[in-house]
């Protein structure tokens, strides 16, 4: 991994410091059925030439029924299988539920992602726990799906245990020649004090991943950390203390670097050199990325994050209520303008075998 120094803002660099198939296939035991899932979702389907947009839809498991209200069919899975149907996406991903009711209603050819686990909503109160196992790899290879997902809470009082979880489901899928995906998002009472989408946790995030043994982690936009004492005071020594973080590791403090001057003003450098910070944190692993700081224009910010993303090295963006959740003629006009961007032709990942090579 380059120092801190060496983090850049360059497209051209950092798409060349990015693993593809055929460097990941190399490197490590990656299986022709994984392979074969994984080139149709980055090459065949979506953007391609490595690239992914992927299309979720697990609102009503996770976030409850208010996305019902955004527009008239807003939260049917029908229609954001008719907005995945009609757009050019990488992946489909549904919760188990919704991919065993409307299987047939996807098209043939559209890969789909099913996610095993699910967190309901029961209010703030009720400290985060690991999510729940809601179906096995066999039920969800059953269902039709090309690929597995479920959500990693690093940093809850379950989270030994949740990897055990984690690490049976891995290995389950890989023996059915399916990728992982991994939702990796901090949760407790650490990353809640610190910034659970601070950059130090959404890094620890992705480099778990590549820990456990996933294929592609999906990671939050960095958000700068608004309670900076306490983010300093685990990653530094303040008043002679060293915080838990910097007494593990001193170098640890140089993320402090990359935390911007003023949190309502990130230069778009900065914002790329934190995502490619995170997008070094897993050399081997494909990095997907959510989300992005909230704006006055959401639109417009969705497609400058885009670019940032991009710019870092990272494979591309899963977004999902921002798409489904306006009328679908929105949602696909919208995605072709994110789509646009992947195919530009500094984010192209090159395959140099040529039996990997694709005319796209």
């Not at 919704?98 to 992602?113: C, G, H, S, T, W």
């Amino acid at each position: 991994m380059p120092t801190l120094q060496d983090l850049s803002s360059d497209a051209q660099t950092n798409v060349a410091r990015r693993p593809t198939l055929e460097t990941i296939a190399r490197d490590g035991n990656l299986g022709r059925a994984r392979m074969a899932e994984l080139y149709s979702m980055f090459y065949t389907h979506g953007p391609g030439h490595g690239t992914m947009l992927s299309l979720p839809f697990d609102q009503l498991v996770e976030h409850g029924v208010g996305h019902l209200l955004k527009w008239e069919r807003s939260g049917d899975p029908r229609a954001v299988i008719e907005l995945g149907n009609r757009g050019d996406f990488s992946l489909l991903a549904l919760s188990i539920g919704q991919a065993e009711k409307y299987q047939n209603l996807i098209r043939p050819d559209l890969p789909l992602l099913i996610k095993v686990d699910g967190h309901f909503m029961v209010g703030k109160e009720v400290p985060y726990a690991r999510h729940s196992a809601m179906a096995t790899v066999e039920r969800a290879v059953a269902a039709g799906a090309n690929a597995v997902g479920f959500t990693f809470y690093l940093g809850g009082e379950e989270t030994q245990a949740d990897v055990e979880r984690l690490a049976e489901v891995t290995e389950i899928a890989h023996e059915f020649g399916k990728p992982v995906f991994m939702w990796a998002y901090a949760r407790g009472p650490l990353p809640q004090a610190m910034g659970a989408d601070s950059l130090f946790w959404c890094a620890q995030g992705v480099s778990a991943g590549e820990s456990i043994g996933v294929d592609v982690v999906k990671q939050k936009f960095p958000t700068p950390v608004k309670d900076q004492a306490a983010y300093k005071k685990n990653l530094s020594r303040l008043d002679g203390e060293k915080g838990y973080f910097y007494g593990k590791m001193e170098e640890v403090e140089q993320l402090l670097e990359l935390e911007p001057a003023d949190p309502k003003d990130v230069p778009y450098d900065l914002h790329v050199k934190r995502l490619n910070f995170m997008a070094e944190a897993a050399p081997n692993t494909l990095k997907i990325i959510s989300g992005g700081p909230k704006s006055k224009d959401p639109e417009k910010d969705l497609i400058e994050t885009t670019r940032a993303v991009m710019d870092s090295g990272n494979e591309g963006r899963i977004v999902g209520r921002n798409l489904w959740g306006r009328p679908i003629e929105e949602g696909l006009a919208l995605a072709r303008q994110i789509g646009a961007i992947m195919t530009g032709k500094a984010y192209r990942r090159k395959l140099k075998e040529a039996r990997f090579k694709t005319g796209r």
